[in-house]
């Protein structure tokens, strides 16, 4: 099973991810629930990092695991905002179509 948290501020926004595990959906390397996350959530470390006033604290230390913690300045807050709710809706259409195989936990900063 593949645990995904999420942690949003309290505008909503990603504070942080935390992807663990494999989804066992099928034969390794052939995985298509694996594949499907792991390229939401490295599309969506690779985008941050390379986004002017978005620092991001992020590593995949071994396969099943990425990790990403993000800061972000005031005049990028839109885009991280579009790129937060792409990975979400991404992450939660495979949690719906996949349950036996990967969960999403979303915790969202109080005020």
């Known amino acids: 099973m593949i645990r995904v948290d999420v942690i949003l501020d309290t ?17 390794r390397n052939e995985d298509i629930v694996c594949a499907a996350v792991s390229v939401l959530s490295r599309t969506a470390l690779r985008t941050l990092s390379k986004t002017e006033g978005v620092t991001v604290r ?33 992450l939660l259409s495979i949690s719906e179509e996949f349950s036996e195989h990967c969960c999403v936990r979303i915790q969202r900063e109080r005020r």
């Open 58 to 90: 992020g590593n995949a230390p071994a396969r099943g695991e990425l990790f990403m913690e993000i800061e972000y300045a005031a005049v990028c807050r839109d885009q991280v905002a579009g790129i937060t709710n792409f990975l979400l809706e991404g």
């Open 11 to 27: 505008a909503g926004i990603l504070k942080s991810c935390a992807v663990v595990g494999h989804a066992s959906a099928g034969p």
